[in-house]
């Protein structure tokens, strides 16, 4: 799904960013594509602060207190909320 909005929003945006009247150096193609870059390393950065604040918060917690939490079948139907999940960095 991702693959397909990519290349359909790619297709669409780059044929219309890069016009033949700023030939030969296409600043505004360029520029519009720099600016995607950045803000996808952005994401990125931020997810990776988001992710390693949320495992430090699960560390915190003790055995007693996830069990007595929830239930071992709850556990397996938590997915990744499951106290025990940590996310990979």
Do not use: C, H, Q, W
């Amino acid at each position: 799904m991702v693959l397909t909005a990519g290349n359909l929003f790619g297709g669409l945006l780059g044929s219309n960013i890069f016009f033949d009247s700023t030939l030969p150096r296409y600043f505004p193609g360029y520029g519009v594509s720099m600016a995607i870059m950045l803000a996808a390393a952005a994401t990125a950065f931020i997810l990776r602060v988001a992710y390693k604040r949320e495992n430090e918060r699960r560390d915190l917690l003790s055995e007693e207190e996830i069990r007595g939490t929830y239930m071992e079948s709850e556990l397996l139907e938590l997915g990744d909320k499951n106290p025990y999940f940590r996310y990979s960095l």
